[in-house]
């Protein structure tokens, strides 16, 4: 257990539908990340936040969106949807202190969004 | 363009055969690279940071060296237990993203 927490576990959605995903950091790490993976594309990486700001931002789609709340969870919202965008998505988190600043990151178990 | 390589694709051994993954990267400037091991439906598990050309670190049957081009993640004496997907990923000085490989299959047979 890597101490990251994500609801809900399995979405069924339709096409054109929104739906939001929620993550809890592990205690004390400020930075949290988002990930795709699908089975043609490998792990994606979306979009990251340190301490409620956006950090780096990667492939994300303008139809997705994400922040992270004054609590440190962070929630992907995700919109308009297709049938290309059922994948599994992960977050991560990570915390501060290394010397480098360059940190490892654990995964939650991932909500397996799948559109029809 | 920030890029990594992972190679094989897949991997068959016998348990008790050792071998090596490779992850070839192109960053412009390397601020870690990262090590994670994956079960099917599961996410990513850590498993080591490496930082400079020259650095290695182990645990249990696995051990991970880098160099300035590329990082290997050596297998020794593997058993059953150990097959998973294992994914390589960089970060570069330039800014914050993470960029994983498509990862190598691993199967060990007994």
């Known amino acids: 257990d890597s101490g990251v927490t994500q609801t809900p576990k399995h979405l069924i959605t339709a096409t054109g539908q929104r739906v939001t995903l929620r993550c809890s950091p592990r205690?004390?790490?400020?930075?949290v990340y988002w990930y795709q993976q699908s089975l043609d594309q490998g792990l994606q990486f979306l979009i990251q936040?340190?301490?409620?700001?956006?950090?780096a931002k990667g492939n994300i789609l303008e139809r997705f969106s994400a922040q992270q709340f004054p609590d440190l969870h962070s929630e992907l919202n995700l919109s308009s949807l297709e049938l290309g965008d059922s994948a599994l998505y992960f977050c991560?988190?990570?915390?501060?202190?290394?010397?480098?600043?360059?940190?490892?990151?654990?995964f939650g178990p991932g909500t397996r969004l799948t559109v029809l | 363009e920030d890029q990594v390589t992972q190679s094989p694709e897949a991997l068959r051994l016998q348990e008790g055969e050792s071998s090596s993954l490779n992850c070839s990267y192109t960053?412009?400037?390397?601020?870690?690279l990262f090590w994670y091991r994956q079960d099917p439906g599961k996410g990513p598990e850590f498993l080591f940071t490496?930082?400079?050309a020259g650095e290695e670190k182990e645990k249990e049957r696995l051990k991970a060296t880098l160099t300035k081009k590329e990082s290997f993640l050596h297998i020794t004496a593997p058993k059953p237990e150990d097959s998973a997907t294992y994914l390589c990923?960089?970060?570069?000085?330039?800014?914050?993203?993470?960029?994983f490989g498509a990862g190598t299959r691993l199967f060990v047979k007994a």
């Open positions: 960053v412009s400037g390397l601020r870690g």
């Open positions: 990923a960089v970060v570069n000085t330039g800014g914050f993203k993470t960029i």
């Open positions: 205690s004390g790490d400020l930075s």
């Open positions: 490496l930082y400079s």
């Open positions: 936040y340190y301490n409620g700001e956006e950090r």
């Open positions: 991560a988190s990570s915390g501060t202190g290394r010397a480098r600043n360059t940190n490892e990151q654990f």
